[in-house]
Nanobody, 114 residues
Framework: QVQLVESGGGLVQPGGSLRLSCAASGFTFSIFVMSWYRQAPGKEREWVATIAPGGGRTNYADSVKGRFTISTDNAKNTVYLQMNSPEFEGTAVYYC???????WGKGLQVTVSS
C-alpha cells in the first residue's frame, strides 16, 4: 500500500525559507519519479516540481524556478521541497505525488505572509 506523508508546512515570510518533506512507503522509492504540486485558494492544483529516480534530473514550473529545489534522500525514502523566497502567491496546500501510482499525500498548508 503506497503511502505519502507530508510534513513541514506552516507560515513563512516572503523573504524566508521553508522545507517540506514527504515520507514514502509501500514501494521501492529509489526507482520512481516523485513530484510536488500545489493548490492555491480558488485555483486548480498545479504542478511545481519533479525529480527523476535516484535524485536525478529535476524540472520546475517557471513560477518557482531558481527559488525552489526538489531533492530526495533514498535512505529515508523521503522527497523534499526547499522553498526559498516564496512569493505571496505561494500560499497554497502543497501535495506530494507519486505519479506511477496515482498516489497523493493529504497536503500541507503553506502560508506566505509578512
Amino acid at each position: 500500500q503506497v503511502q505519502l506523508v507530508e510534513s513541514g508546512g506552516g507560515l513563512v515570510q516572503p523573504g524566508g525559507s521553508l522545507r517540506l518533506s514527504c515520507a514514502a512507503s509501500g514501494f521501492t522509492f529509489s526507482i520512481f519519479v516523485m513530484s510536488w504540486y500545489r493548490q492555491a485558494p480558488g485555483k486548480e492544483r498545479e504542478w511545481v516540481a519533479t525529480i527523476a529516480p535516484g535524485g536525478g534530473r529535476t524540472n520546475y514550473a517557471d513560477s518557482v524556478k531558481g527559488r525552489f529545489t526538489i531533492s530526495t534522500d533514498n535512505a529515508k525514502n523521503t522527497v523534499y521541497l526547499q522553498m526559498n523566497s516564496p512569493e505571496f502567491e505561494g500560499t497554497a496546500v502543497y501535495y506530494c505525488n507519486a505519479p506511477a501510482f496515482g498516489s497523493w499525500g493529504k497536503g500541507l498548508q503553506v502560508t506566505v505572509s509578512s
